[in-house]
């Protein structure tokens, strides 16, 4: 251990870091950091920062509100944007309690449990997140939903500030460890997707927290607003994160079978059938805010019914034409105001409930489902995704399994958010009242 702290200590200086960022996610997965001077790391690596976990939302436990970060020296990377006399770094940190036992609302524990236990059965949960964002006009510094361009899927807009930011993003992401795969304008104006290669869970879920750190501060510095919101603008797509996952076994992609029908392994077929049955659950956790389910309607590319594809797009769960390494199922509905550590937890723990009680999924869905009549659907058993937050809410606090692999504490945090931010939106008088009811009645 004391090898990796003075390799650690001895790359800060080769770098030149002056100052540390020491980051974690609260529940909401909301990016938290605390910066500290280099000197300082020695007592990071070895004792932890001690900070009050009170004030972190979904944290609140106030008998033992004092908790630890410990670095996790496997995250190390220099900020490229920072300033090269007074150059940054930063850690994605483990959160302790006092007693030195892991904290069970620390989302990253709660992943890296679940990954533990598929270990032991033999299988690495490997996952590709797709990054959909919108970047808006900001308007005497504060965001709005001012379009920056009008181009469409694939565009290409030159001299558009817009593409300037992807490509900075591009190259700070590269210089972070991100090996992209491709960047493109999406379909919706001001809209864009950036993707990189799958790896092990842990390491993806911190790379789409850094992903989003990333992106809101080069947006910024070309005067842009970066969201993550999944819909903000009515009439057009919304932005999600597909999660595209697979599992490896023994070095190979276990979802792969070149005899299965369509070629899929029947671990393939009961790991589909899994994130399936506990889809309602999981759509809390992947879609967690009230503005989430206004992206999950007909006509955007959202999914909205429950059903595996391994054809039409439309489906929640589609199964993409490529086969050998590149096997793999692709769940569209995560949206990316997701925590990503509860959002792989509870996608993982799904999966295996089908894989170890071999769960068989329904009968794939090779139609359009949008063009069948809700008599067609209803014949073939095809249910809807939760409609609104408090649906999906109530979802995951009847599912026995999820609610395990998050923990008491968490499970109550959940709640308490989801049921506070309904009641919230309730009572809000919104514009869509205005315009119906002021003139009416
Ligand atoms: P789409 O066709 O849905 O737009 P993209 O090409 O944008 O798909 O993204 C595909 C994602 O799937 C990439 O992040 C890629 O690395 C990932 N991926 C490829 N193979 C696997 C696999 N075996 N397991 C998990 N993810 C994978
Ligand atoms: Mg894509
Ligand atoms: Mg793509
Ligand atoms: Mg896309
Ligand atoms: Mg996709």
């Not at 001895?10 to 609260?26: P, Y």
């Not at 190979?252 to 070629?263: I, L, Y």
């Amino acid at each position: 251990v004391s090898d990796e702290i003075d390799a650690v200590l001895s790359n800060l200086e080769i770098d030149n870091v002056r100052s540390v960022l020491l980051q974690f996610s609260d529940l909401e997965g909301k990016s938290k950091n605390v910066a500290i001077p280099t000197k300082q790391m020695k007592k990071a690596l070895t004792d932890g920062i001690s900070f009050d976990g009170s004030s972190i939302q979904g944290f609140a436990r106030l008998e033992e509100s004092d908790m630890l970060l410990r670095p996790d020296p496997s995250t190390y990377q220099i900020i490229p944007w920072s300033d090269e006399k007074f150059r940054a770094a930063r850690f994605i940190c483990d959160v302790y309690t006092t007693h030195g036992e892991p904290f069970a609302g620390d989302p990253r524990c709660i992943l890296r449990t679940q990954i533990e236990k598929a270990a032991k059965l033999g299988y690495t949960f490997n996952v590709g997140p797709e990054m959909e964002f919108f970047l808006f006009r900001l308007i005497d510094g504060h965001a709005s939903v001012n379009l920056q361009d009008h181009s469409g899927y694939f565009d290409q807009t030159p001299t558009d500030p817009g593409e300037d930011v992807r490509r900075d993003l591009v190259i700070s992401l590269s210089e972070m460890g991100f090996n992209i795969e491709a960047s493109h304008h999406e379909v919706a104006p001001s809209q864009h997707e950036i993707d990189f290669t799958y790896g092990d869970a842990l390491g993806m879920a911190d790379k789409v927290v850094t992903f989003k750190f990333a992106a809101k501060t080069l947006a910024l510095r070309r005067g842009l607003h970066a969201t993550f919101m999944p819909k903000p603008i009515f009439g057009i797509n919304g932005s999600g994160m597909h999660v595209n996952c697979s599992l490896m076994k023994d070095g190979k992609n276990a979802f792969f079978d070149p005899n299965g029908d369509h070629q899929l392994s029947d671990t393939a077929r009961h790991f589909i059938a899994g994130l399936l049955k506990h889809i309602d659950g999981i759509t809390r956790i992947a879609n967690p805010t009230v503005n989430s389910y206004k992206r999950l309607i007909p006509g955007y590319e959202a999914p909205v019914y429950v059903g595996w594809s391994a054809l039409n797009r439309s489906a929640l769960i589609r199964v993409p034409s490529s086969r050998g390494k590149s096997t793999r199922a692709e769940l569209r509905s995560p949206d990316p105001t997701c925590n990503p550590y509860l959002t792989f937890a509870v996608m993982l723990a799904a999966g295996m409930d089908g894989v170890i009680n071999k769960i068989e999924p329904p009968e794939n869905i090779d139609k359009n489902i949008f063009r069948m009549t809700p008599a067609e659907r209803a014949a073939e058993g095809i249910r809807c995704l939760p409609w609104n937050l408090q649906e999906a809410n109530n979802a995951l606090m009847q599912d026995e399994l999820l609610c395990s692999v998050l923990g008491e504490h968490v499970v109550a945090q959940i709640n308490r958010i989801g049921e506070l931010e309904w009641a919230d939106y309730s009572r809000a008088i919104t514009d869509w009242e205005i315009k119906r009811y002021l003139p009416n009645y």
